[in-house]
């Protein structure tokens, strides 16, 4: 029913049912991973009216039992979410969660990231741990960014003077500085106005 990904590992689709409505991963070394996804795999939804609460728990540093924080939620409607939980400090939460003493991978340093299927009114009304939502304005814009400078890098690499022009029939020749001009033009439209790409 969910999946766990964190860069640079395995995806998890096989999550341990520790009751009729929770479910969690454990995530190894988890001191090294800034942000989780958690997804719905498509092939069983949510019943009506519900959702799944994302929790994340990993042991407190002076008693050692497992501390769980709210990082938000993902439903029928939205599918998937990422988590930022580089921020998140061990020992604060004690999120409501009902998961119970969950066994976990005990070797090691291992958290664990839980999913609670609850009704749609209660996720809307709980709070999330401060600092795990990840901007997704934030997010877009340092990614265009980021493949625009690569873009136009990738272009220029290519761009010859008019001495080195040599003709050819098969190709089609663009002035950089019209590249240019749209690239400063979107980052100027962009920053003045993140959503205008959906209109």
């Known amino acids: 029913m969910f999946g766990c990904l964190v860069a640079g590992r395995l995806v998890q689709t096989e999550a341990l049912q520790v009751a009729s409505d929770k479910f969690v991963?454990?995530?190894?070394?988890?001191?090294?991973?800034?942000?989780?996804?958690?997804?719905?795999?498509?092939?069983?939804?949510?019943?009506?009216?519900?959702?799944?609460?994302?929790?994340?728990?990993?042991?407190?540093?002076?008693?050692?039992?497992?501390v769980w924080q709210l990082l938000g939620f993902?439903?029928?409607?939205?599918?998937?979410?990422?988590f930022k939980i580089s921020g998140l400090?061990?020992?604060?939460?004690?999120?409501?969660?009902?998961?119970?003493?969950?066994?976990?991978?005990?070797?090691?340093?291992?958290?664990?990231?839980?999913?609670?299927?609850?009704?749609l009114e209660q996720l809307a009304q709980q709070i999330p741990a401060a600092g795990a939502a990840v901007s997704s304005?934030?997010?877009?814009?340092?990614?265009?960014?980021?493949?625009?400078?690569?873009?136009?890098?990738?272009?220029?690499?290519?761009?010859?003077?008019?001495?080195?022009?040599?003709?050819n029939p098969t190709e089609t020749f663009i002035p950089s500085s019209c590249v240019l001009k749209w690239y400063e033009n979107f980052q100027r439209r962009l920053s003045q106005n993140p959503s205008f790409w959906r209109s």
């Open 25 to 66: 991963f454990n995530l190894s070394d988890y001191e090294t991973v800034n942000h989780v996804v958690v997804f719905m795999l498509g092939t069983v939804p949510f019943p009506t009216g519900t959702g799944g609460a994302v929790y994340f728990s990993f042991p407190d540093p002076a008693s050692g039992a497992a």
């Open 74 to 82: 993902i439903t029928n409607d939205k599918p998937s979410a990422i």
């Open 89 to 119: 400090k061990a020992g604060e939460g004690g999120a409501a969660h009902g998961f119970g003493a969950v066994p976990s991978a005990a070797c090691g340093s291992v958290a664990q990231v839980g999913v609670s299927v609850e009704p």
């Open 137 to 167: 304005v934030d997010s877009f814009l340092q990614f265009t960014q980021k493949m625009l400078d690569s873009l136009y890098n990738f272009a220029s690499s290519f761009a010859v003077s008019q001495a080195q022009m040599t003709p």
